[in-house]
């Protein structure tokens, strides 16, 4: 360096600009990230081409593997086993049966001959027929057959070893009524899955049950795999209760006898036998004419519809009402009786007719006399006597004559899972109530419904305790207790009524002695009323009710029965001749069922009449 002269700084270039200022070493962890992300987008890649292959490559299998699925995954109902209906001594009177539907479908079965044979040994039904029906028919062919529940796991085995798809078995719905047209019009009918009319209609929800499910897996035999159940979506179902009736079965059988003999020979309308049991109100018995078979029920209904006949889904016993004739005098003397208005010894004229408020009644040509003369009470049961009967309905008044009714509910309508079951029928708003009150006293202007009318009865024979009309004895494992209706009578009273009653069968004088059993003492009473015009009330000539009711036996009744025959066209129509032998009969079978020995020995008869 030269002195002088000032130093001069060193001067280094300026660095030359460049794409990139600085090459930065990639280090490890930046390679991991760059392959993460390619990995990703290679994931993405694989994934829309897979998807785009199974929605355009694949489309059809992946779509009949997902059916296959679905088709093996399934909710089946289990079908609840419907209540058996049975009778107080024991006896199935309804049942859902051992019946199957075998189906078969064309084209979903193998045509292998040891398939057929497999079959036929399960169902019984020929090898040859099945063969036959299914190569000759494009459409599901079905039988009904009965079947063993060992048949019915052979069934099962011989589909699931031959894998057919297209048989099956299902229980059949129709319902077994072995007592048929013995008991049709009471039990009613079931059929196609429905109830339709009677008690198997009236009592469908407990006797029906409630349905289950099964949800799961099957496989291609149709059979569900046991581990592929969902518990959770599948329940038992609920079997049906069964019922047990009142009705004696045998007793029934000989009612429905006895008035068939009746019902046919006179030409009647309809048929009513009630057999109840007056301490417990059970009716025994309720045999109804016309009937029908079980199978046949549609035709009835046909003809029922063109008027050939009443409807088999009318019980006539709870869905008909009628006037009760000379029966009701039963109640009208019992009842006056009762009030004070018949005094002691008293007697009153019948010249044959008497006029109340104008209106000429009376007894002229009723069973064939013109006048009884003096009549005391006991007279006008024994001889059936109008003009007695309606002075002391008169004497009565509308007001503890309407008590009565009200008390012994007899208008109400009979609550035995029945229907129609229609009200009686009583105007409460008639003008002149001496007149309604005078035909009221010997059965006219009033109408009940046989069941009611036979607790009425039935109270006489009870101490005059008027039990409720019991059918049903339990459900389930639950009893239907009886059931007290009312005090109908004082007990001296309905004693002294059974006495009066005994005079009919066997009185000099009686309307019925034609039906007297030898060596037994039997009461009751007969009835015939005249049938109105529906349309204008007016009394029709030559149509009638005939009824008669009976106690059996007369000391200690275990047994009242009541027999009603609707327009009888025979020729005879007086309740004696018409219901009073269906009685009879009826009370035969009692005495000898019950192995109640004679009163008294059997002495010659006096000259029976009927009338």
Known sequence: MKSGHRPTASVRPFPRKVAHASRKRLTRTDWHGRAAIALVVLGFALVSWNQLKKQWLQRESILSAAAEVHRLVVSQVLPAKRGSIVSSDGRVLASTGTAYRFGVKPGKVPESPAFYAALARATGIPASEIMDRVTSSTGVTEWVVDLSESQVREF???????????????????????????????????????????????????????????????????????????????????????????????????????LKRSFVSNKAANGIAIVMDPKTGDLLAVATLPSFEPDRVDRELALALSGKRT?????????????????????????????????????????????????????TGSHGRKAHGAVTKETCIEASCNVAAATWAVRLGYDKFKSFLDRSRILEKPNLFLSPSPKGMFRTNEVNKVIQMANIGFGQSINL???????????????????????????????????????????????????????????????????????????????????????????????????????????????????????????????????????????????????????????????????
């Not at 088999?312 to 000379?326: H, Q, R, T």
Request: charged share 20%; with cysteine.
């Open 156 to 258: 099962q085995q011989a589909k699931a070893d031959y894998g057919a798809d297209g048989v099956w078995l299902t229980l059949a719905k129709e319902r077994e009524y072995p007592f048929r047209d013995v008991l049709a019009g009471l039990l009613g009918s079931y059929k196609d899955g429905k109830a339709r009319f009677g008690l198997d209609k009236g009592l469908d929800s407990v006797l029906a049950g409630e349905s289950g499910k099964v949800v799961g897996m099957i496989d291609r035999s149709g059979n569900f795999l046991p581990w592929l159940i969902d518990e959770r979506d599948s329940k038992p179902a609920v079997n049906g209760q069964d019922v047990v009736l009142t009705i004696d079965s045998d007793i029934q059988r000989a009612a429905y006898q006895a």
């Open 449 to 611: 419904s046989p069941v009611m009318l036979a607790s009425a009865f039935a109270s006489i024979a009870n101490g005059g305790v008027s039990m409720k009309p019991r059918v049903v004895k339990s459900i389930g494992e639950k009893e239907q207790p009886p059931e007290i209706q009312a005090r109908l009578f004082k007990p001296a009273t309905a004693r002294e009524m059974l006495k009066m009653m005994q005079a009919v069968i066997q009185g000099p004088r009686g309307t019925a002695t034609s039906l007297a059993i030898p060596g037994y003492r039997l009461a009751g009473k007969t009835g015939t009323a005249q049938k109105p015009d529906p349309q204008t009330g007016v009394m029709q000539s030559g149509r009638y009710v005939s009824s008669f009711v009976g106690y059996v036996p007369a000391d200690n009744p275990r047994a009242v029965v009541l027999v009603i025959l609707d327009d009888p066209r025979g020729g005879q129509y007086y309740g004696a001749a018409v219901a009073g032998p269906v009685f009879k009969d009826i009370a035969a079978y009692l005495l000898k069922r019950w192995h109640i020995p004679p009163a008294h020995k059997p002495t010659k008869n006096a000259t029976a009449t009927s009338r």
């Open 311 to 363: 409807s088999p889904e009318i019980n006539p016993a709870v869905g008909l009402v009628f006037e009760p004739g000379s029966t009701f005098k039963v109640l009208t003397v019992a009842l006056s009786m009762d009030n004070g208005v018949i005094k002691p010894g008293e007697k009153v004229y019948c010249s044959g007719q008497k006029s109340f408020s104008g209106i000429e009644m009376g007894c």
